[in-house]
């Protein structure tokens, strides 16, 4: 199965083509790393691409409708069946009153409702929203598909109809007008509603790129251009404003069209009004300072005679009915008219990407004061469950579950359907989050009253819009043995976690709940979709599969069985008995607390998968059970809060292929034996290769453990199981379906084991082919069966184990690879794990006891892989750059890409503290320091503010950041008579039933909270943390305040007002209350994939890793219709697709395309991501490279500037990724002949890359080069001499004299002699002769802007080959025969010269023909 991110082709003929002797042309991140955690193409899993918002989505597990047998042949028919969804659009034109007729293109799977929203979005008719579309006077339905209807072709007219108004219309009317006024506020983006989000690219590009870049003349561009930098900019600025986060956006200063728009006080109508067709009333005060009150009728709108005091309903004279509220008041207020079409001018002219809402809300963690207006629509929507009662659905409230599981059953036979599928789901999905998000809220802020009101509070529950919420504690001990509270705070994330993973296993017929998790003020919250039926009986009826009280009762249930076996291959779970109450064996396939409930609608629902993963025994001390020593040498067991510690979904697939090379090279290497002593077949044996070829690569035999965690060597090798290659999903990604070689099981030089391509024989795979003996052929078979896509045993099924393995000595040799690693089955490798395995009060028959010793030996090694190499290979990717976090969630991401719990913090920073390139893991460490405090800190908020009073939230919370942040000692300085006066009116206050007096958080001081986060670090990640107090901690692990601040704001939800914080005053206080302006929730919940548009990305990229672009680049344009056809036109994934086509076409010459292409991943990156997110930060530097192809060099440096603003925030200047950055900088600089400025830049990249690479790395060679080019430029240059001949030496000794490398460097110096003996002379000349020298005129070079674009491409890691027509045909000669060498099993390995190349994006070779 293959989890996290999925970056993986399928099966990829080896892609080393043309990388022959460039490996040193690359001095780009990358730089020539070794592939581990890579597939075989030097794909490096791009951390945070394919996996949406972060931490909470990984493992997502991506398996392709598993019940539904339907793999795609190949490709082939997945791109027959694109064809049918792009049928070729049409054009119609369309006629609406007072307009001019105007074209509109259309695609024939279009809803008639879609041109509806385009003409409600339109500049020109956007004030209509009651109208329906006629042709030939037919009125069109509005859901029906355009291609549905008679007579509509190319050239048809539909003309706009005015329809009359009902009182839901009249509302919607309303509705949209406002949104028109609000169009460019960003307070709703601030306030965190209606999935509006900021973004601030226009700000620092001055509107669209692409017209600006037509704009100007390019010519003159260079005179006018301001460089300077902002002093915090620079490097070596100690100072990190907050202000510049949110740059002020000169559009939004607010165009004031009306000054109140409100429902009357006289609504509703009265009976007589009504039948006069009145349907409500407004009011409202114009600009001009007019009160109006204006009748909605069913004609339209008109001015009645009303005034605030006395109703009179009759129109006023003229009243100025119109169709339109717009038309209505332009007629009015000539303020209105003017305002209102200037500010739909700027509406339209903003990026759509700046205006679509996200699927999932974006929350900011600091926002100016936004002046609170009236606004009639936001007032009504907190006082009515709007999204209880949606205006567009009848019957008002959503069934959840039944539109959750509804769009589950939806057919998926073929491409459109499973479009139409995942779209649904996905819409359900985001809906579902956004509701349970807004329930979680009024639940804690008390607005739903508990269904069970008599208990105390945090044993109530409540429903609110047919959505369950619970709280997360341990109500009626539930959990006690477990661990109480700390287990039921644990338990829902467990049981997230398991829906996720049943969910993207997805077998038809098996139902799991709509879950969403939320934090809010210090609560955690369950909200979960209502099972038809449940409430009306008890658990203990309804139950009929698994155990509600952890085991002691357990009951099963066949069909069950049937389904969750469908689910235990992909998930590994292993079927097994446990004994009931009475005795008896119950079978199970899942943990005991995972019930299985019919609904009264039919449904098989599983529910509580808080153990779907096998408990962490590194984490759960055992009476008597010894852990491996691996694990006991790193300190294991540890005690922990819960005994609810799983391994997680990534790890489990990483030991699983771990052990699979283990058994592959044991079974090879025993059968190497036996033909080595069967002398006498050897003929028969070896057609295809000597049998001893492979030897001397295998390594000895070794016992399962050993072999697992000794030897540094087998470390090595077979820790790149982070890159989840093996069994991909049913790889309609692979070229054609032909088998992978895995050659890496017998050669160490290879850790690469391809990807298994589960074609639909599911079995024809050779591995090994050196020695493909029949056994060989069988013994793999079996293997790959652990693909997700294959029912248990299908390859016995298929008949091809029976014959071979009729050779006892074969059979035996697979049945000790089978027991060495630990296989549940005796003739193929099928490793499970048993989740009830130590949990308290299970009990297992007798007759499986040594099954269970067994299931105990595995977990026991899957916590010593996770201590001996999950964690050394994090930090191994950290040293050579293949992983770079920079903030807490990208850290957490990679820890959890490789399996790697983040209470496993403690020892990963221990790990990195012994390791001997401690210094060039710095950045790793200090962002690991400051995650694991602020964590700490989170933890300790948490309760904290449970116990503070809604009227003191503000004080409290920003009395808790001062203890955390500040330097002055908050409580003991609290001016006295201010406390005081708060107690007492708190007092006053509290006379309510049930308050008490909960000032005790007043009460914390610094240097108690920091105890208590040092003790906190001790006790949950054994860590010890050095520091008393905030400065210490920042002084001792270099940490900067304000990232800290960023850190706890985003964990906890806290919103802070922008504005400079004084964080080191001894005098007051760094926070007053009114810098608190919000809390947050924090949201987990489950993000449904677009499988099929995520097959065709990895198509996209594995052609483009083989060099063939174009079609890589089609491909790629595929999936990006297809994600946006499921995800709508904003999500993370999608950013990732526009990134790489950006850079596709750039590399393919097309840097107009790259640049608007870009813009979008930089513009949705922001929305999706948030303004200052890693990822972000990375989409800011390419958009700026690709700004600079198109001469628009400003922009460009202002992007840059950006970019490392946000960086210095983020994580400050100490980091490998700023070396990039501001080798971009100084390059751009000295393009624009700022010579000092680019100094600075330049010289400090080259610091960091000499701390971070090592100073003998070719990347700081490149850096000396890039240095001394620019001394060369300012006449210095025997400094330029200087830098050059240190680039030269690295050259020399890394990669020989030999090198084009080495000769360029060593030209560049001989030219660099001669200009500096040429100006001695010069210099010379003057001093003898005076002022009548003649003098030479000497060559002072300003940089061309070629040469330096060359020089950034070269930086950002895209290499530009020119090749003739003979050296392609040569060119693709040599893929090909690679490909047949592939197919017939020889290892390649002895052809390539050095590895692929591993560039920043992963486009190994960028190849341009010239």
């Not at 989890?3 to 099966?11: E, V």
């Not at 700004?1187 to 994580?1211: D, E, H, P």
Request: overall charge negative.
């Amino acid at each position: 199965m293959v989890s996290k991110t999925d970056d993986i082709p399928a099966s990829v003929p080896n892609c080393n083509v043309n990388t022959v002797d460039l490996v040193e042309e690359t001095p780009d991140r990358k730089e020539t790393t070794k592939a581990t955690h890579r597939d075989p193409c030097g794909h490096s899993v791009d951390t945070a691409v394919m996996n949406g918002g972060g931490a909470h989505n990984l493992s997502e597990e991506e398996s392709k409708q598993d019940g539904a047998g339907d793999t795609d042949g190949g490709e082939d028919s997945n791109e027959q069946e694109v064809i049918v969804i792009q049928d070729t659009g049409f054009t119609v034109k369309i006629q609406a009153p007072g307009t001019e007729p105007f074209d509109l293109q259309v695609s024939p799977q279009e809803m008639v409702q879609e041109i509806h929203q385009v003409l409600m979005d339109r500049e020109d008719t956007c004030h209509r929203t009651c109208f329906s579309l006629q042709l030939d006077s037919n009125v069109l339905d509005n859901f029906a598909e355009l291609k549905s209807i008679e007579g509509l072709q190319e050239g048809s007219l539909l003309k706009v109809v005015e329809e009359p108004y009902t009182v839901r219309e009249a509302r919607i009317h309303v509705r949209h007008i406002r949104d028109l006024l609000k169009g460019l506020d960003p307070s709703d983006a601030y306030n965190g509603v209606d999935c509006n989000s900021l973004s601030f690219l226009s700000v620092f590009t001055d509107g669209d790129l692409g017209d600006s870049g037509k704009r100007k003349k390019k010519g003159s561009e260079l005179e006018q251009i301001d460089c300077t930098p902002p002093e915090h900019i620079l490097p070596g600025s100690k100072e990190r404003p907050l202000l510049p986060l949110q740059p002020q956006n000169k559009d939004w200063k607010p165009m004031q069209c009306l000054k109140v728009l409100t429902m009357s006080g006289w609504n509703p109508p009265p009976g007589n009004r009504k039948m006069h067709g009145d349907l409500m009333y407004l009011y409202m005060v114009t600009v001009e300072e007019r009160h109006i009150s204006i009748t909605a009728s069913t004609r339209g709108f008109y001015l009645n005679q009303s005034t605030t005091y006395t109703f009179n309903p009759k129109p006023a004279n003229p009243s100025f009915l119109s169709h339109s509220l717009v038309e209505l008041l332009s007629q009015i207020s000539p303020a209105f008219k003017k305002n209102f079409t200037a500010l739909q001018k700027k509406r339209v002219q903003r990026h759509p990407f700046e205006r679509i809402a996200t699927p999932f809300q974006v929350y900011s963690w600091t926002a100016p004061q936004v002046d609170h207006t009236m606004d009639c629509v936001r007032a009504e929507d907190a006082y009515t469950s709007r999204l209880g009662y949606e205006e567009h659905i009848p019957g008002q409230t959503r069934d959840w579950n039944e539109e959750l599981q509804t769009t589950r059953e939806l057919a998926r036979k073929n491409l459109p359907d499973r479009l139409l599928r995942e779209r649904a789901i996905f819409k359900v999905h985001s809906d579902f989050a956004a509701a349970a998000t807004r329930g979680s809220m009024a639940v804690i802020d008390g607005n739903v009253m508990a269904i069970n009101p008599g208990e105390e509070t945090r044993m109530q529950m409540f429903i609110w819009n047919n959505i369950f919420f619970s709280l997360g504690f341990d109500v009626r001990d539930h959990y006690r043995e477990l661990g109480g509270d700390a287990a039921a705070h644990a338990a829902p994330t467990n049981d997230l976690n398991g829906v996720r993973a049943y969910g993207a296993v997805d077998v038809e017929g098996l139902y799991t709940l709509g879950t969403v998790v939320v934090d809010y003020r210090g609560y955690r919250v369950t909200a979960q979709s209502i099972i038809p039926g449940i409430l009306e009986r008890e658990q203990e009826q309804s139950v009929i599969y698994g155990s509600i009280d952890f085991g002691k009762t357990v009951v099963s249930h066949g069909k069950y069985l049937e389904l969750l076996e469908r689910t235990s291959r992909p998930l590994k779970v292993q079927r097994h008995n446990v004994l009931n109450e009475k005795d008896e064996s119950m079978e199970l396939c899942s943990s005991v607390e995972c019930k299985g409930i019919i609904g009264n609608d039919g449904r098989h629902y599983i529910l509580d998968l808080l153990r779907t993963f096998p408990p962490d025994l590194n984490f759960l001390p055992v009476e008597g059970e010894e852990l491996s020593p691996e694990s006991v040498r790193q300190g294991f067991p540890r005690q922990h809060r819960h005994r609810l510690a799983c391994l997680r979904q990534e790890l489990i697939e990483a030991f699983v292929e771990h052990r699979y090379l283990l058994f592959m090279k044991m079974a090879a290497l025993q059968l190497m034996q036996q033909k080595a002593n069967k002398e006498s077949k050897l003929a028969t044996l070896t057609e295809n290769s000597s049998p001893g070829a492979a030897v001397p690569a295998l390594p000895s035999t070794e016992t399962p453990d050993a072999s697992a965690e000794s030897s540094e060597t087998s470390t090595e090798t077979l820790t790149d199981a982070n890159s989840d290659t093996v069994q991909t999903d049913t790889t309609s990604t692979s070229d054609a379906p032909q088998p992978a070689a895995t050659e890496a099981t017998t050669t160490e030089a290879a850790p690469k084991t391809e990807p298994m391509t589960e074609t639909d024989s599911s079995a024809t795979t050779t591995t090994n082919a050196s020695q493909a003996t029949p056994i060989e052929d069988n013994v793999v078979p079996t293997v790959t069966t652990n693909g997700p896509l294959v029912p248990f045993a299908t390859a016995i099924q298929n008949g091809e184990c029976e014959s071979p393995l009729e050779d006892p000595k074969s059979r035996e040799v697979v049945l000790n690879a089978c027991k060495a690693v630990g296989s549940i089955s005796n003739t193929s490798f099928d490793i499970r794990f048993n989740p009830d395995i130590f949990s308290p009060g299970v009990r297992f028959p007798e007759d499986s006891a040594d099954d269970i010793q067994k299931q105990k030996q595995l977990l026991k090694d899957a916590g010593a892989f996770m201590v001996s190499c999950q964690i050394p290979s994090l930090v191994k990717d950290c040293l050579d750059h293949s992983a770079l976090p920079m903030d807490g969630a990208t850290l957490t991401e990679a820890l959890h890409q490789r399996g790697i719990n983040v209470r496993y913090l403690g020892n990963v920073l221990a790990f990195v503290d012994q390791t001997p390139a401690k210094a060039q893991l710095e950045h790793f460490y200090r962002i690991g320091i400051s995650e694991l405090i602020t964590r700490c800190a989170k933890h300790i908020f948490k309760t904290y503010l449970q116990g503070v009073e809604l009227s003191a939230l503000s004080a409290a919370v920003s009395h808790f950041l001062n203890c955390f942040l500040s330097s002055f000692d908050a409580v003991a300085h609290l001016p006295a008579d201010e406390l005081v006066s708060r107690r007492k009116n708190r007092k006053r206050r509290n006379r309510v039933p049930g308050g008490g007096d909960n000032t005790a958080w007043a009460s914390l001081t610094p240097s108690e909270l920091w105890k208590n986060i040092v003790s906190e670090a001790q006790s949950y990640y054994h860590f010890t943390l050095h520091c008393e107090n905030a400065d210490q901690g920042v002084e001792k692990y270099s940490l900067q305040k304000i990232t800290l601040l960023r850190e706890i704001s985003i964990k906890a939800g806290i919103q802070i007002l922008i504005k400079e914080y004084n964080f080191d005053s001894r005098h007051k206080p760094a926070f007053t209350e009114e810098d608190i302006l919000n809390i947050f929730p924090v949201v987990k919940h489950v993000n449904p994939k677009a499988s099929d548009a995520f097959h065709f990305f990895q198509s996209g990229q594995a052609k483009v890793q083989q060099g063939y672009l174009k079609e890589g680049c089609e491909l790629i344009n595929e999936a990006l219709n297809l994600f946006n056809n499921v995800y709508g036109a904003m999500h993370v994934e999608i950013c990732a697709c526009l990134r790489l086509l950006a850079r596709l076409n750039y590399i393919m010459g097309d840097h107009h395309e790259a640049l608007s292409n870009q813009q979008k991943a930089v513009l949705m990156s922001e929305r999706v991501l948030g303004v200052e997110h890693p990822n972000t930060i990375q989409e800011y530097m390419h958009l700026a490279l690709y700004c600079f192809a198109n001469g628009q060099l400003s922009t460009a440096l202002k992007l840059l500037y950006r970019a490392r603003y946000l960086m210095l925030m983020v994580c400050g200047e100490d980091h490998p990724e700023m070396a990039l950055l501001d080798s971009n900088i100084g390059l751009v600089l000295h393009g624009v002949m700022e010579y000092d400025l680019s100094l600075r830049f330049l010289e400090n990249s080259l610091a960091i890359n000499s701390k971070y690479h090592g100073p003998r790395s070719l990347k700081v060679a490149l850096s000396h080069h890039l240095v001394a080019r620019v001394y060369e430029s300012k006449a210095e240059f025997r400094s330029a001499l200087q830098q050059e001949k240190e680039g030269y030496t690295i050259y020399k000794n890394q990669v020989g004299e030999a090198h084009e490398k080495t000769k360029e460097s060593s030209e560049y110096l001989k030219y660099l002699t001669q200009q500096a003996v040429a100006l001695q002379r010069t210099m010379n000349e003057i001093y003898k002769n005076g002022s009548n020298a003649s003098i030479m005129p000497l060559k002072f070079t300003a940089p061309s802007m070629a040469s330096v674009l060359e020089q950034l491409n070269i930086i950002n890691g895209i290499i530009f080959i020119p090749l003739s027509q003979k050296d392609l045909e040569n060119l693709k000669a040599e893929v090909q025969r690679r490909q047949q060498l592939q197919e017939s099993g020889k290892s390649v390995e002895d052809l390539t010269v050095d590895g692929p190349l591993e560039l920043e994006d992963k486009i190994p070779m960028d190849v341009n023909v010239d």
